[in-house]
């Protein structure tokens, strides 16, 4: 559970929320079922004629990501690369062989598995660089898609709230109804800035920062199983690997 973007979307609506009702507000002034309908509906019909279904599914699970996070310790990450280097400079790189079962990351499993079958250093830096690069064009899509959901639910909701002035506009002969009407019309545009500007482009933000993130670990295990491939000393490769993480921490892994 990510407790800063559950925390900041707490604090954002209940500042806005106080707010409005220390002005002699009240929440049921704001919550209007249609109004909601018409900019969750419009800005998803929107964004499905932009993006490709699969992108727009893996989007929602993204989105869901921003707030139950599982991510990848670079420390961990390290000190089982250096673990990997000492038992490949003392029983020789297809020793790994062995361990392979016991690697959870996927991209990790690959690359020790090509460095195993005694492929090139050259050739497992090509063909797992590619993988990276072919999963990073289709991963920055998936930010893309809140991006432009923050662009059109603002536009979607003026299309609300034009909607509601228009039935508005038929009662004008009882003028109570028309100032509570016409307060309820703009609830549509609310939702449209709220969505935009409190939801897609700060969680669009938060996943791309993730995404740098993770491919900066998945770049330290490629440099890291490379170099064991190439015969670097452990202790070499601890240091060299500990330049991937933005949070230097003591070194406790013994090397020789």
Known sequence: MDIASIGGLALAFIGIFVGMMMEGGNI????????ALIVIGGTAGAVLLQFPLSIFLASIRGFMGVFFHRGTDGEATLNQLVGFANKAR???????????????DPFLRRALMLAVDGTEPSEVRKIMRMELDNKAEYEEKIPQVLES????????GIIGAVLGLIQVMQHLDNIDEVGKGIAT?????????????????????????????E??????????????LEGMNPRMVETKLRTFLFEQKPQTSETI
């Open 28 to 35: 049921g002034q704001i919550m209007q079922p249609t109004a």
């Open 90 to 104: 003392k029983s020789g790189i297809v020793s790994l062989d062995a361990d392979l079962a016991k690697v959870s």
């Open 149 to 156: 959901a923050g662009g059109f639910s603002p536009t979607v």
């Open 185 to 213: 019309a703009f609830v549509a545009t609310i939702y449209g800035v709220a969505l935009a500007n409190l939801i897609c482009i700060p969680a669009a933000g938060k996943l791309k920062i993730r995404q740098s993130d």
């Open 215 to 228: 491919r900066m670990v998945k770049e330290m295990m490629l440099e890291g199983v490379t170099s064991i």
